[in-house]
């Protein structure tokens, strides 16, 4: 069972997924089992390090501190467009991290980019350098320190 469905969560997910963006019938279930099937082996191909987290209780933090964050910064994105944006300043932040846990860094990737006004650009892992662009960047500094003290600390002590 294992060969043939290495990772059963994720053919899950894509099964679901394929059907809730698809017709339900016959027709779509088997498809999207296809390629749940594809997507398992080449998952499984990739031999993606298994994750340990240390800290279930600092996920729940984590989750709604990121959950406040992106309500809040949807509430600033939209006073932006809608008031017109004049005074915005675009711009490119680098900051290094203290993070360095693969999964740590995929996972505050997600949460960077998934903020509104914000996008992962690149990360020099030799470096341990972040390039992030910032909708209305105001101060950079300010951005260095929410980055490592409010997402950072709390993924170390997650995954480190």
């Known amino acids: 069972m294992s060969r043939i469905l290495p990772h059963p969560l994720l053919s899950l997910g894509v099964v679901a997924m394929w059907l809730l963006l698809n017709h339900v019938s016959p027709g779509h279930l088997l498809l999207g089992a296809a390629v749940a099937l594809v997507a398992g082996q080449a998952m499984a191909a990739l031999e993606p390090a298994r994750p340990r987290i240390r800290h279930w209780d600092k996920v729940v933090?984590?989750?709604?501190?990121?959950?406040?964050?992106?309500?809040?910064?949807?509430?600033?994105?939209?006073?932006?467009?809608?008031?017109?944006?004049?005074?915005?300043?675009?711009?490119?932040?680098?900051?290094?991290?203290?993070?360095?846990?693969?999964?740590?860094?995929?996972?505050?990737?997600?949460?960077?980019?998934?903020?509104?006004?914000?996008?992962?650009?690149?990360?020099?892992?030799?470096?341990?350098?972040?390039?992030?662009?910032?909708?209305?960047?105001?101060?950079?500094?300010?951005?260095?320190?929410?980055v490592n003290e409010r997402y950072g600390r709390l993924l170390k002590e997650i995954f480190e």
């Open 61 to 146: 933090v984590l989750a709604a501190r990121v959950i406040l964050d992106i309500i809040r910064s949807n509430v600033a994105v939209a006073r932006i467009i809608l008031g017109g944006g004049a005074d915005r300043r675009t711009g490119f932040v680098e900051i290094d991290l203290e993070v360095r846990d693969p999964s740590a860094l995929a996972v505050l990737a997600v949460v960077l980019t998934a903020t509104p006004g914000t996008a992962w650009i690149d990360y020099d892992a030799a470096r341990g350098r972040l390039l992030l662009h910032v909708f209305d960047l105001r101060d950079p500094e300010e951005w260095r320190v929410t």
